[in-house]
């Protein structure tokens, strides 16, 4: 590999970046690149910060924050700043994690920014400048006491069918796992108590964070990613530890949550200090696993040996839309129930997932219905997919079956 970033135009100023994810917010076929910034901070500057006479980080409360950039792709390998256009310059805060798609399936995008100790941020990613933050209107900036948080990841999945897109946050140890349910077209309600994650949520630092189906019934399910960031922490509060247990959240079906971290096996009972998190099938058996990365230890790989359910797999791939087909939207229609997934540039705490979709079947043998809904606005509409199968599908095309591990060329 070489390193194109200065030739691609994505030139750095010095400031503290964190996430980065690439979309297509014009629809132009070109992917563009969103760029998360931290805080204004040197370490020859910063400031002491002590607890019962314990050296600790300092607060970011006692920083000033960073206005996020917007690069726009040329389809030519490079970029062009476009952040000052689309007003970003006037909104700094202090971001940690991103989580970009389509909420309320009106083809446009929606940015969600994670920030630590400030307003999380929500833009309408229109094509017209200047964007707009609608955070605090639409719900989705504070806990339910209207409070700002200690935000650091973030992930986007309809948790309870209705078609509407529903927002997960992970916070800082005391504050709960945020779930912003979309009651409306992006009008939501911070709802994690009421779901019941709320209460042991709180007992986690959390960091990486990721819907999927972890038994493959349809019910995007919720994995978290734990850690301290004071390797001193227990110094100050016996009950709390450095390294921590992740979580694994079972969505019922009925608007309810139920944490079977306990049952999960050895995967979730290992203490760590964990970070970034991702899933996707990684075996090929039609169950999704996943990878955590960890400070100061190795990464995790733990593969699904669950009893799931049946399952499809898609993997998309754009022509007109980008190549990865980020952006583009999926609707299966399986029963009565209509199951909706979406390619998401990014997601989690500095991570991305597996790009195909799955739908989890449960007892049902076939999707009755596939609805593709392309970034370039093209929609194709398929019937009768076989359950168990992996589906290879080009823009404009017929989907194909594949076999997990070989070398598909597209026709």
Do not use: C
Not at 227 to 234: A, K, P, S, T
Not at 242 to 248: E, G, R, V
């Amino acid at each position: 590999f070489v390193d194109v970033t200065v030739d691609a135009g994505l030139q750095s100023d010095g400031q503290w970046s964190t996430s980065a994810g690439f979309f297509d917010y014009d629809r132009d076929g070109h992917l563009d690149l969103y760029q998360v910034r931290y805080l204004k901070f040197s370490i020859a500057d910063a400031p002491k910060s002590f607890r019962n006479q314990l050296l600790i980080y300092p607060t970011p409360l006692l920083f000033e924050g960073v206005a996020d950039r917007v690069w726009k792709g040329t389809g030519a390998g490079n970029f062009n700043d476009v952040s000052e256009q689309l007003g970003l310059h006037l909104a700094p805060s202090k971001g940690l994690a991103l989580a970009i798609g389509d909420l309320d399936a009106d083809g446009v995008d929606e940015i969600y920014v994670a920030n630590d100790t400030a307003a999380n941020q929500l833009w309408i990613a229109q094509s017209t400048a200047p964007w707009q933050d609608i955070g605090a209107v639409s719900g989705a900036a504070y806990d339910d006491q209207g409070r700002e948080e200690g935000s650091m990841g973030a992930d986007y999945a309809d948790i309870d069918g209705d078609g509407l897109l529903d927002i997960t946050v992970s916070n800082f140890q005391l504050e709960a796992t945020s779930i912003y349910r979309q009651e409306q077209p992006l009008l939501f309600r911070e709802s994690a108590d009421v779901l019941g994650i709320g209460q042991s949520s709180r007992a986690r630092l959390s960091f990486g964070i990721d819907f999927f189906d972890v038994n493959n019934d349809g019910w995007e399910d919720l994995l978290v990613a734990n850690g301290h960031i004071e390797d001193n922490v227990h110094l100050n509060s016996e009950s709390v530890s450095f390294a921590q247990q992740n979580s694994l959240y079972l969505n019922l079906g009925d608007g309810h949550f139920r944490d079977i971290s306990a049952q999960a096996g050895e995967a979730l009972a290992q203490l760590a200090v964990s970070r970034g998190l991702a899933t996707g099938d990684l075996n090929g058996d039609g169950a999704l696993d996943f990878v955590v990365s960890n400070n100061d230890g190795p990464a995790q790989v733990a593969f699904n040996q669950s009893q799931a359910g049946q399952f499809l797999m898609l993997w998309l791939e754009g022509s007109r839309s980008n190549r990865s087909a980020i952006g583009a939207r999926v609707e299966a229609r399986v029963g009565s129930r209509v199951l909706q997934r979406q390619i998401m540039g990014v997601q989690s705490y500095l991570s991305v997932s597996d790009f195909r979709l799955h739908f989890g079947l449960g007892d049902a043998a076939q999707v009755d219905q596939l609805t593709v809904h392309w970034p370039s606005g093209e929609v194709q509409q398929f019937e009768d997919l076989a359950g168990g199968s992996f589906y290879h599908l080009v823009e404009g095309g017929q989907p194909q079956t594949y076999v997990p591990g070989q070398r598909v060329i597209a026709p």
